[in-house]
């Protein structure tokens, strides 16, 4: 079974805080995604890297920057957290259909809750 | 990506058959089908995926018409345990740069008793 791995289920953090949020997975996917899950507003697509060092911003990248060193880990770093930052964060994460050829399918992990006070 | 429409909710009981209609007028050539499951305080989780015609699996059946400008998934005799939001997602899977994954609203499904 593909796992997605989110290192932290529950964080609080205060506002100017640095978080890190960590994400693994073990499938050999080339391609990483961070969204944020807000009520009402469905998956927004944060981040997204295709490779090893790549990313490309997604829907609502401010406020937040990501690192790829390797290419099982995908973090998502808020560098100042402001407490309209407070959702749940899933990583994600799926083949590039090009080298697998299937289609587009993408895997999750648990999801991280993330609370900024 | 191709823009998906689903309605944002739907009510069943348990026992009946569910089916959510999702619309995507502008599907390419290459883009294929996928559904996803989400129950509350988890990430999504695949249901189903197909390109045209019929797929089915020990979950759900996926059903696209010719045309393939819409798919309907299809949740057999329904448990409580099916109650969760599901998303349908069409994308061509050519995850390269500049190429976004991005989620509609999805449906929300409550099974009552």
């Known amino acids: 079974d593909v796992k997605v791995t989110q290192s932290s289920r529950y964080l609080v953090k205060r506002t100017g805080e640095k978080v890190f949020l960590e994400c693994v997975q073990d499938m050999d996917h080339e391609n990483m995604f961070w969204y944020r899950q807000d009520p009402g507003l469905g998956l927004r697509l944060i981040y997204f890297s295709y490779d090893v060092k790549m990313k490309e911003k997604g829907d609502i990248p401010e406020g937040y920057s990501v690192s790829r060193e390797k290419k099982e880990r995908f973090s998502l770093i808020l560098e100042s957290a402001s407490t309209n930052q407070t959702s749940m964060y899933l990583c994600?994460?799926?083949?590039?259909?090009?080298?697998?050829?299937?289609?587009?399918?993408?895997?999750f992990g648990e999801g991280s809750w993330l609370t900024v006070v | 990506l191709a823009k998906t429409t689903q309605p944002i909710s739907m009510d069943s009981y348990e026992g009946q058959e569910v089916n959510i209609t999702c619309s995507h007028n502008n599907i390419a050539t290459n883009d294929y089908i996928t559904w996803y499951q989400q129950f509350p305080s988890q990430g999504p989780r695949f249901i189903i995926q197909g390109y045209k015609t019929k797929v089915t699996n020990e979950v759900a059946s996926l059903f696209i018409p010719a045309d393939r400008k819409s798919s309907t998934l299809s949740l057999p005799r329904v448990s409580l345990s099916d109650t969760a939001v599901y998303y349908c997602?069409?994308?061509?899977?050519?995850?390269?740069?500049?190429?976004?994954?991005?989620f509609g609203g999805g449906t929300r499904v409550l099974v009552k008793p």
């Open positions: 997602l069409v994308g061509d899977g050519l995850w390269a740069a500049g190429n976004k994954l991005t």
């Open positions: 994600a994460s799926s083949f590039q259909v090009g080298n697998r050829g299937t289609g587009n399918t993408i895997y």
